[in-house]
């Protein structure tokens, strides 16, 4: 248990001491980076990207997660605010949440997702991963949360991001819970 801390806390700590430094070399920003820092990575089958390869050197945190991309979009929170908003009310760890953000399916139209697209896999800081059809992401409403009773979501507090979705009068997220990831910074389309 203690080294599961240890190692998150790790995670935590790299990805804070990467915040401080710029996300892209300047000659390789594209649009989105030159907006800010980029809080959310989308790779995989996508057709729009705005930023180099994944590279192992550049791209630690990805690197020390396991993951890689030839294709990517960085969204930063700009980016991201500039997009409608949508809002859900959530109950979390007890804690009664309207929370507001875009919707995932405006998100990945931004990265033009390729026909071959069919699976949404959401990665959180810690590593915990979840897979969501792409249909279902439409057809839910699934949003990113930016941000909970106007406040933005900070790393440590459910951020940079948190995918969920209007529940109907009643229903309770207990059954897909596993399937609401905070914490959220990179998403991969997959066939």
């Excluded at 991309?69 to 109950?91: D, E, Y």
């Excluded at 026909?115 to 990665?123: E, F, P, Q």
Aim: net charge neutral; with cysteine.
């Amino acid at each position: 248990m203690s080294s599961m801390l240890l190692s998150r806390r790790r995670s935590l700590t790299a990805l804070a001491a990467g915040a401080l430094l710029p996300a892209i070399p300047p000659a390789r920003a594209g649009t989105a980076c030159a907006e800010g820092l980029a809080i959310l990575t989308v790779g995989g089958l996508i057709e729009a990207p705005n930023r180099g390869a994944f590279n192992p050197e550049r791209d630690r945190f990805f690197n020390h997660n396991n993951l890689s991309f030839n294709k990517a979009r960085s969204f930063t929170a700009g980016s991201l605010s500039a997009l409608p908003h949508q809002t859900v009310s959530a109950i979390n760890y007890g804690i009664e949440m309207l929370c507001k953000g875009p919707l995932l399916a405006d998100v990945l139209a931004a990265a033009s997702p390729s026909a071959a697209s069919k699976t949404v896999r959401l990665s959180a800081l810690d590593g915990y991963g979840a897979e969501l059809p792409l249909a279902d992401v439409k057809s839910q409403g699934w949003i990113l949360a930016m941000e909970s009773d106007g406040q933005p979501f900070a790393i440590g507090n459910f951020g940079p991001l948190y995918s969920m979705r209007p529940l109907a009068p009643g229903e309770k997220k207990t059954e897909e819970e596993a399937r609401w990831v905070h914490s959220l910074y990179y998403i991969e389309l997959m066939a």
